[in-house]
């Protein structure tokens, strides 16, 4: 029997034997996937990562600047005045027991009467007293600011020191005794004395008037909550 011609013209698509459907079209392979690439990063050393640098920062101010460069923790005045009303109340303890040790003195004491719902009251007043208690607090002063604490009891209460203007450091026995002299004389003199007590409130170093003579500070070595 003759070959038949796999087709003509006009007929169709060729036929294969069992009618098998022609084999699908051979494509090109896909590409192989590449993974994502991404930054590398400097392994950590054997200690870990080293802490960020220091002064990234700047640190708290807590007072204005100091005649070195700087902030200075400046003590503010209700916090001096808080100190100097602890030290005022120990002297006023001192005097009034030296007080009732001279009342029998004569000399250089003030005799005073009062009558109050018709009972007569008599008081004295000892200048000696009062000349001891003034003598005894310079020397507490002195021993105590111009020692290395450089507190009295009373700062040492609310957390502040004197120190010198320029060095902030030790205030040293010569400048505390002048502190303490000038400070002194300042009580006796009423207005002048007031002026110097509040004169903290608006110094830019809250220095008060017998500070700023003999070139100190008091500044915080601690926060009192």
């Given at each position: 029997?003759?070959d ?47 802490p960020?640098?220091?002064?990234t920062?700047?640190p708290?101010?807590?007072?204005g600047?100091?005649?070195a ?9 209700g ?5 100097w ?24 004491t003030?005799?005073m009467?009062?009558t109050?719902?018709?009972?007569v ?5 000892s ?36 120190v ?15 502190r ?7 009580r ?25 003579i ?12």
């Amino acid at each position: 029997m003759p070959d038949e011609p796999n087709g003509s013209p006009g007929e169709g698509p060729p036929s294969f034997p069992g009618n098998a459907p022609p084999p699908p079209p051979v494509s090109a392979p896909p590409p192989p996937s590449v993974p994502p690439s991404y930054p590398s990063y400097p392994s950590a050393p054997n200690g870990g990562y080293p802490p960020p640098p220091q002064g990234t920062y700047p640190p708290p101010s807590y007072g204005g600047p100091g005649a070195a460069g700087g902030m200075v923790p400046y003590a503010g005045w209700g916090t001096r005045l808080g100190g100097w009303l602890i030290d005022a109340v120990i002297f006023f303890v001192v005097q009034a027991i030296l007080g009732r040790l001279f009342r029998h003195v004569n000399s250089l004491t003030l005799h005073m009467t009062s009558t109050r719902s018709g009972v007569v009251h008599h008081t004295t007043f000892s200048f000696i007293a009062l000349g001891v208690t003034t003598v005894l607090a310079i020397v507490y002063t002195t021993i105590l600011c111009g020692g290395p604490g450089g507190q009295t009891v009373g700062m040492i209460a609310v957390g502040v020191r004197v120190v010198r203007d320029d060095t902030h450091g030790v205030l040293g026995y010569g400048l505390a005794l002048g502190r303490a002299v000038v400070e002194q004389v300042f009580r006796y003199t009423g207005v002048v004395w007031l002026l110097d007590m509040l004169f903290p409130l608006w110094d830019k170093k809250r220095q008060t008037l017998h500070d700023k003579i003999v070139k100190s500070v008091v500044i915080r070595v601690r926060n009192v909550v």
